[in-house]
């Protein structure tokens, strides 16, 4: 470890109690020693032995329908989701509203994002549909296994296949070691050659297989070239898949109009776009501290706060980029609408 390493080390050791998941940051988390231990397979099974516990704590309030569906698959798709005219609406302002927005170009995709809050909220009152949306912030809550306050955005995906190198998002991976929500409103069909959302059903369920796999990724993902595995989103190669049993994984088409909940514990990816797209959604996601007992107590979730997130973790990452030289991913583009071409 490097000085300052052994100065931020409390800061390292306590990281290990929350949701920190980075073996090339945290050296305490990458140390492969520790992890021979059993540090991560640790922090995995405990995880999912309190996700199972607060799950059970957030199922009434969720039909049983889609809970036995999403608990089967590990992803929940609920089609013509808004009230038509709602949706033309919706539509029809992402096509001529102009919002302050943000961009990062991951290799041939462009991600747009403009935050839903307090200030854009009223400007597309059709979002509230879903963003405060009792159903929809209980179904999160379930599949998150958490309580909290999920954080939304309007999302444009951009591929531009003729331009740039693969996009790391299209190799199947797990965003984190415990279950975390997503959810989208797609806004457009998205088919087989649209880049739609890649799932393997069933993949969100810690199995002994998955288990010792985890384990055998813990004693080299610190130094493992691909950044985002080493970043603990491990990705995962066709040869290992074949040693679970798992389903193979499945493109999830939909018609537009369709809200697809999934935990991003379990394998999925975006599939590989073959011709130029451009796709809008609302965006949300939740994800809190892994091994909380209980599911109440959510400071984020306070009147003023719970739909600031988005800004206030900008806000940070732009004070971080000026202080650190640390460069913020998300770059400021000024006002577009969501369905204008690439800036960045
Ligand atoms: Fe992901």
Same mark, same amino acid.
């Given at each position: 470890?490097?000085?300052?390493?052994?100065?931020k080390?409390?800061l390292?050791?306590?990281?290990?109690?929350?949701s920190a998941?980075s073996?090339r940051h +945290?050296?305490?988390?990458? +140390?492969?020693?520790?992890?021979?231990?059993?540090? $991560?397979?640790?922090?995995?099974?405990?995880?999912?032995?309190?996700?199972?516990?607060?799950?059970?704590?957030?199922?009434?309030?969720?039909?049983?329908?889609?809970?036995? *569906? =999403?608990?089967?698959?590990?992803?929940?798709?609920?089609?013509?989701? !808004?009230?038509?005219?709602?949706?033309?609406?919706?539509?029809?302002? /992402?096509?001529?509203?102009e919002f302050e927005a943000r961009e990062m170009r991951q290799?041939?995709t462009v991600t747009r994002m403009i935050p839903l809050d307090a200030r854009t909220l009223?400007q597309? &009152?059709?979002?509230? $549909?879903?963003?405060? +949306?009792?159903?929809?912030?209980?179904?999160?809550?379930?599949?998150?296994?958490?309580?909290?306050t999920p954080v939304y955005h309007l999302q444009t995906?951009? *591929?531009?296949?003729?331009?740039?190198?693969?996009?790391?998002?299209?190799? !199947?991976?797990?965003?984190?070691?415990?279950?975390?929500?997503?959810?989208?409103? #797609?806004?457009?069909?998205?088919?087989?050659?649209?880049?739609?959302?890649?799932?393997?059903?069933?993949? $969100?369920? /810690?199995?002994?297989?998955?288990?010792?796999?985890?384990?055998?990724?813990?004693?080299? *993902?610190?130094?493992?070239?691909?950044a985002h595995?080493?970043l603990?989103?491990?990705?995962?190669?066709?040869?290992?898949?074949?040693? =679970?049993?798992?389903?193979? &994984?499945?493109?999830?088409?939909?018609?537009? +109009?369709?809200?697809?909940?999934?935990?991003?514990?379990?394998? $999925?990816?975006?599939?590989?776009?073959?011709?130029?797209?451009?796709?809008?959604?609302?965006h949300g996601y939740?994800r809190?501290?892994? #091994?909380?007992?209980?599911?109440? !107590?959510?400071p984020l979730?306070?009147?003023g706060v719970a739909e600031r997130q988005l800004d206030i973790y900008l806000a940070w990452c732009d004070l971080r980029e000026k202080v650190t030289g640390r460069r913020n991913v998300w770059r400021p583009v000024g006002k577009v609408?969501p *369905?204008s071409?690439a800036h960045v």
């Amino acid at each position: 470890m490097k000085a300052i390493d052994w100065l931020k080390s409390p800061l390292y050791a306590a990281e290990i109690l929350g949701s920190a998941k980075s073996f090339r940051h +945290n050296p305490i988390l990458g +140390n492969a020693r520790l992890n021979e231990m059993g540090l $991560h397979k640790r922090r995995v099974e405990l995880a999912a032995r309190m996700a199972e516990r607060r799950r059970a704590a957030l199922a009434a309030a969720v039909p049983a329908e889609d809970r036995a *569906a =999403f608990d089967r698959d590990g992803f929940l798709i609920k089609p013509d989701f !808004l009230p038509a005219d709602a949706f033309a609406r919706l539509k029809d302002r /992402l096509y001529n509203q102009e919002f302050e927005a943000r961009e990062m170009r991951q290799g041939q995709t462009v991600t747009r994002m403009i935050p839903l809050d307090a200030r854009t909220l009223p400007q597309i &009152p059709e979002a509230a $549909h879903v963003v405060r +949306n009792d159903l929809v912030r209980s179904t999160m809550r379930y599949v998150a296994s958490t309580g909290g306050t999920p954080v939304y955005h309007l999302q444009t995906v951009i *591929a531009e296949p003729e331009r740039g190198k693969a996009d790391p998002q299209t190799e !199947l991976h797990s965003d984190t070691f415990h279950p975390t929500a997503k959810v989208w409103l #797609f806004l457009q069909d998205v088919g087989p050659e649209d880049g739609p959302f890649l799932y393997a059903p069933g993949s $969100h369920r /810690l199995t002994p297989e998955r288990l010792a796999w985890e384990y055998e990724q813990s004693l080299t *993902a610190g130094r493992d070239k691909r950044a985002h595995h080493a970043l603990g989103s491990f990705r995962v190669r066709p040869e290992d898949f074949a040693r =679970f049993d798992y389903a193979p &994984p499945r493109q999830v088409t939909v018609a537009a +109009n369709t809200l697809v909940y999934a935990d991003t514990y379990g394998f $999925h990816a975006r599939s590989v776009s073959t011709r130029p797209t451009l796709r809008m959604e609302i965006h949300g996601y939740l994800r809190r501290n892994p #091994f909380l007992p209980f599911v109440g !107590l959510d400071p984020l979730g306070i009147p003023g706060v719970a739909e600031r997130q988005l800004d206030i973790y900008l806000a940070w990452c732009d004070l971080r980029e000026k202080v650190t030289g640390r460069r913020n991913v998300w770059r400021p583009v000024g006002k577009v609408t969501p *369905a204008s071409p690439a800036h960045v």
